[in-house]
């Protein structure tokens, strides 16, 4: 039972919900999920809030765009991020929607105690200035045309009467909460680009909207709505019981005053200012009764970017991977793992599908995998199946057994320096493979004069195992779990005590499980294929494009043209007009080569007539690049442009599907075509 005294209260920034998440935004979350299950093991009782952020008009767009409602949209979307969250093994306790009622009334609360306690905090007059609609940024306070800060695109002329909150007023008093808590912005070197802006003079800022629907409505002003930073902040309160007035029930007031103010809001770098600046704000205007300890956040921690392509990972970029594939491939503690241990916590770190299969290999299969499943294995062949007689660490594995290290992994959590605890703790992996490989136990095993030593050295190694089993479980949840039960230990990982590891807890006589793999080992090209094929269905989602055909690696075999015959694709008629939208054309191969460690593609350019297409097709089974070029094939051109193994592919070959493995057979012609004429 955790101690009531040692709460902890972590949040993620709540995610715009106009999009599906990636990689990087799942970043977030995962950092998050390491922390919360860290501090639980410490003996905290944590809540941990993430949630979705709804309003605003670039919502309000993408659902017109869809044809569907805002409060449609956000419906869909926001399952799509608890769907992944559940996935990926995040252990949140709150989640918080911004079009909720509870969070409506909070919103609505909050600035109405301002009003009251704080009455020159708020007033109104004209804005005229530029505003991302993306980042909900107020871009600049003129109407000369300027680009977003944050995601480069043009911002939006906005002319109206809003409300604004004195920001202004609030300078001296945020550099003095600078002042005072010097760790309130994590990196240090955040703190001192948030402390230049504070001081390079603060502007007040409009906090309401005339022109948008949908948003919460100012209250007793239902004219405006609420400006969407404003309101997605104060779900870090809502989504923890904060109400404030007759409606809270106590049940959430209770929450509230046990988690309130929150010890750490992790967000990446680029809204820092927000955190760091308005909500502080935005607190001291909401409670100047209180002291400071009562409402202002511990920590602001800011962590950088994956970058993917030498650049943000972000939808508008286009250059983003999807986590749902990568843990459908090659499992949850996978993609954690790699995150963890190859970004170094606080910058900017690349993501490559590449090595994350090689760490995986590396660390994980042949890792601790490996550890663990000969450890298992010989335990079980050669003590029947029960932990031997505990030993004491032998001098190279005393750093394992020993409190010092284990602080020492924990001061690494402590300090949010992941990659760090994972060095350190993959390096006993490393010695304890290292000894059993020395001390050879399968060798020792066939001489019975060598019983104890024999297990001496597997006891050492099952101990290892268990030591740092505890120690990478904020990490790496499923495999941690599943070497706990092959130790014949009772109970979850995660109610282990990160606090007391001590040498000697592995009980002899304790029966194990039965050994099974945890990591097992990735076939390069193979796990990158399966990695894009699933990509690219979640890019062009079956249905949503033309029937695909064999001759497309990515195609959904249900979706093949000539083997699709009462699958529900083509079951449902069209009419001519969605027919129309396909637009087909006759091509020449003019060259054709094999892509290296892909075993089914082609990389082609196809003259269609007024320009050359670069097209990969799935076809290098059944056809040799040679027998390729100057070939007559019928393209799709209007396809949407996607990738695999890194090149684009700007098109797809309509090919038979034949026999039961779909041996594509492309469609050509019997008499002459030019290219680039229409197929109809
Ligand atoms: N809705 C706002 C936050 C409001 S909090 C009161 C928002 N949402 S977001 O969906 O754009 O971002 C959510 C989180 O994902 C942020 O922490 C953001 O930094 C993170 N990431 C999105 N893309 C990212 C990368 N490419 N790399 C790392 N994290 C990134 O901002």
Redesign the pocket.
């Known amino acids: 039972m955790a101690n009531p005294e040692k709460k902890y209260y972590l949040t993620?920034?709540?995610?715009?919900a106009n999009s599906r998440?990636?990689v990087?935004?799942a970043?977030?979350t995962i950092v998050c999920d390491v922390i919360a299950r860290y501090k639980r093991m410490c003996g905290f009782e944590v809540a941990y809030l993430t949630g979705t952020?709804e309003h605003g008009v670039n919502i309000e767009r993408a659902a017109e765009k869809l044809g569907i409602s805002p409060a449609d949209l956000v419906d869909r979307n926001q399952q799509i991020f608890r769907d992944l969250w559940k996935l990926l093994g995040i252990s949140y306790t709150d989640f918080v929607r911004t079009t909720e009622p509870r969070h409506a009334v909070a919103v609505q609360n909050l600035v109405r105690r301002t009003q009251r306690v704080s009455p020159d905090a708020i007033f109104k007059r004209k804005y005229e200035g530029r505003y991302c609609i993306y980042?909900n940024l107020y871009v600049s306070d003129t109407p000369e045309p300027a680009d977003c800060q944050i995601c480069g695109r043009p911002a939006e002329l906005i002319s109206e009467e809003n409300y604004f909150f004195r920001l202004s007023a609030y300078q001296e008093k945020l550099l003095q909460l600078y002042k005072d808590q010097p760790d309130f912005v994590q990196p240090d070197f955040r703190l001192n680009e948030v402390k230049s802006f504070v001081e390079s003079g603060l502007k007040d800022l409009s906090i309401s909207r005339k022109t948008i629907k949908w948003g919460i409505p100012w209250p007793g002003d239902p004219e405006h709505v609420f400006y969407v930073?404003y309101d997605?902040?104060t779900?870090?309160m809502s989504g923890i019981g904060f109400v404030d007035g007759e409606t809270a029930s106590k049940k959430d007031s209770e929450r509230f005053k046990k988690f309130w103010p929150a010890d750490v809001h992790?967000?990446?770098?680029?809204?820092i200012r927000?955190?760091a600046v308005y909500w502080p704000a935005f607190l001291m205007a909401a409670f100047p009764d209180k002291p400071m300890s009562e409402y202002m956040p511990g920590r602001i921690q800011a962590?950088?970017?994956?970058?993917?392509e030498q650049e943000?990972?972000?939808k508008s970029k286009g250059n983003v991977a999807y986590a749902e594939p990568i843990v459908k491939a090659l499992g949850n503690d996978a993609l954690r793992y790699y995150l963890l241990r190859e970004v170094v916590f606080g910058q900017d770190g690349n993501f490559s599908k590449d090595a994350l299969i090689t760490r995986y290999n590396a660390d994980l299969a042949n890792g601790l995998g490996n550890l663990s499943n000969r450890t298992l294995t010989m335990i079980e062949n050669y003590c029947g199946g029960v932990v031997p007689a505990q030993t004491a660490a032998p001098s190279n594995l005393r750093g394992i057994a020993s409190t010092t290290f284990h602080t020492k992994i924990r001061n690494s959590y402590d300090k949010f320096e992941f990659s760090d605890a994972l060095t350190l703790l993959w390096g006993s992996v490393a010695i304890a493979d290292k000894y059993l490989a020395e001390q050879k136990p399968w060798t020792l095993a066939k001489d019975p004069a060598q019983k104890a030593r024999l297990e001496q050295v597997l006891y050492v190694a099952a101990e290892s195992l268990r030591i740092v089993s505890v120690l990478a479980h904020p990490v790496i949840p499923d495999a941690t779990q599943k070497i706990w039960e092959q130790l014949g230990q009772a109970g979850k990982i995660e109610n282990a005590s990160i606090n007391d590891l001590q040498w000697g807890g592995l009980k002899p006589g304790t029966r194990i499980g039965k050994p099974e793999g945890v990591f097992p080992r990735a076939d390069k090209n193979e796990i990158l294929e399966r990695i894009e094929t699933m990509e690219n269905e979640i890019r062009n989602p079956a249905g949503a494009q033309p029937a695909a055909t064999s001759a497309d690696p990515a195609a959904p075999a249900a979706a093949t043209a000539a083997g699709a015959a009462g699958s529900p694709a083509v079951a449902a008629k069209i009419v001519i007009e969605d027919f129309a939208k396909v637009e087909l054309r006759v091509g020449v191969v003019k060259s054709a080569e094999r892509i290296p460690g892909a075993d089914k593609l082609l990389k082609l350019l196809v003259d269609i007539g007024d320009e050359v297409r670069q097209v990969l097709a799935g076809i290098a089974l059944s056809y040799a690049p040679e027998d390729l070029v100057s070939r007559k094939v019928v393209i799709v051109a209007n396809l949407a442009p996607r990738k695999m193994r890194g090149l684009e592919s700007n098109g797809m070959l309509l090919a038979a599907s034949v026999g039961p493995d779909g041996k594509p057979v492309l469609c050509t012609f019997a008499e002459d075509v030019p290219a680039g004429a229409k197929v109809k």
């Open positions: 993620t920034p709540i995610y715009y998440p990636h990087g935004s970043y977030t952020d980042d930073w997605a902040l779900s870090y992790m967000i990446g770098k680029e809204i927000f955190h962590h950088g970017w994956l970058l993917f943000k990972m972000s």
